[in-house]
Structure formats: structure tokens, C-alpha cells
Nanobody
Framework: QVQLIESGGGLVQAGGSLRLSCAAS????????MGWFRQSPGKEREFVAA????????NYADSVKGRFTISRDNAKNTVYLQMNSLKPEDTAVYSC??????????????????WGQGTQVTVSS
């Protein structure tokens, strides 16, 4: 069992930055692909970014490419999402997820085993 706790959300003006953190319990953190997803009211959960267990591979949704950076520190059991040049359309609840998934499957929420409760990100115009 893996417990995930997100932090770092908040209210920011358009063009600003936030850094989300997701702290994981357990001793096998490095064996999990970690993903960030977001969901806003009335919309389906959306893939944002993912990082492989070693940190050597990353992938981003087109909507955040060039603005967001995902990284992980396996010694600290933590994954990060650095969000720059934020836009109002980035407003959502952001959740991290962990799973022993094939890298080719990482954009699909259904393939992840564990989820955090989420942190709200609100970007004002």
C-alpha cells in the first residue's frame, strides 16, 4: 500500500508559478511510475505529466509542455510538478498517482494503483 499526500496548491495570478509536491509512503517508491492528473468541475480527469521510476523518462500533455516540469527525488520519496506561466485554464484539482504501469500506458488514469486526495490550484486572470 502506498499513501500519497500532495501539497503546494493555492491561488496565483496568471503568469505566475507554483510547485506541487507529492510525498509517498513505503520503501518501493522507485519502482512506481508517478503521474500528475488534474480535474476541473464538469470535466474528466486529465493527464498532465508522468515520470518513470528512475526519473529517466518524462512525458507531458501538449497543453502544459514547455511550462510544467515533473521531477522526482527517490531518496525523499517525493515527486514534484513545477508549474510556470500559469493560465486560468490550468485551474483544477491536481492529484498525483502511483502505479507499476507500462510506460506506454502512463497517460491513462485507470492504470494507476494509488492516488492522493488532490490539491487545488486556482489561477486568476
Amino acid at each position: 500500500q502506498v499513501q500519497l499526500i500532495e501539497s503546494g496548491g493555492g491561488l496565483v495570478q496568471a503568469g505566475g508559478s507554483l510547485r506541487l509536491s507529492c510525498a509517498a509512503s513505503g520503501r518501493t517508491f522507485g519502482s512506481y511510475v508517478m503521474g500528475w492528473f488534474r480535474q476541473s468541475p464538469g470535466k474528466e480527469r486529465e493527464f498532465v505529466a508522468a515520470v518513470s521510476g528512475s526519473g529517466g523518462s518524462t512525458n507531458y500533455a501538449d497543453s502544459v509542455k514547455g511550462r510544467f516540469t515533473i521531477s522526482r527525488d527517490n531518496a525523499k520519496n517525493t515527486v514534484y510538478l513545477q508549474m510556470n506561466s500559469l493560465k486560468p485554464e490550468d485551474t483544477a484539482v491536481y492529484s498525483c498517482a502511483a502505479g507499476r504501469v507500462l510506460w506506454s500506458s502512463h497517460p491513462r488514469p485507470s492504470t494507476y494503483d494509488f492516488w492522493g486526495q488532490g490539491t487545488q490550484v486556482t489561477v486568476s486572470s
